[in-house]
Nanobody, 118 residues
Framework: QVQLVESGGGLVQPGGSLRLSCAGS????????MGWYRQAPGKQRELVAD???????RYADSVKGRFTISRDNMKNTVFLQMNSLKPDDPAVYYC????????????WGQGTQVTVSS
C-alpha cells in the first residue's frame, strides 16, 4: 500500500505564496506521475499540475506562470510552489500519484486546505 502525506497548506493574502509538499511512502519503487489536483466547494476536482520521473510537467492554464511543480525522485516527493495566489485559487489541494505497471495504480492524499484572503 502507498501513502501520500501532504503538508504546507494554510492561509495567505492575495498575491502571496505557499509551498505544498507531498511525500510518498510504502510499497513503492518510483511513482511515474506525481502531482496536484484541487477541489473548491461546489466544483469538480481539477488537475493543477503534474510531473513525470523525467521532470516533464504540465499545468492547468489557470496556474501557468504562477505555480511551479518539482519532484525529488529518490524520495518520491513532489512540491508545488504557488506564487501570486488569487481569490480563485482557494480549494482543498490533493496530492495524486500513478504508479508504473499495467494496470497502473492510482493514489490520493488526504488533502490540504489553501485559503486566500485579506
Amino acid at each position: 500500500q502507498v501513502q501520500l502525506v501532504e503538508s504546507g497548506g494554510g492561509l495567505v493574502q492575495p498575491g502571496g505564496s505557499l509551498r505544498l509538499s507531498c511525500a510518498g511512502s510504502g510499497s513503492i519503487l518510483t511513482l511515474k506521475y506525481m502531482g496536484w489536483y484541487r477541489q473548491a466547494p461546489g466544483k469538480q476536482r481539477e488537475l493543477v499540475a503534474d510531473i513525470t520521473t523525467e521532470s516533464k510537467a504540465r499545468y492547468a492554464d489557470s496556474v501557468k506562470g504562477r505555480f511551479t511543480i518539482s519532484r525529488d525522485n529518490m524520495k518520491n516527493t513532489v512540491f508545488l510552489q504557488m506564487n501570486s495566489l488569487k481569490p480563485d485559487d482557494p480549494a482543498v489541494y490533493y496530492c495524486h500519484a500513478v504508479s508504473y505497471g499495467l494496470p497502473p495504480n492510482e493514489y490520493w492524499g488526504q488533502g490540504t486546505q489553501v485559503t486566500v484572503s485579506s
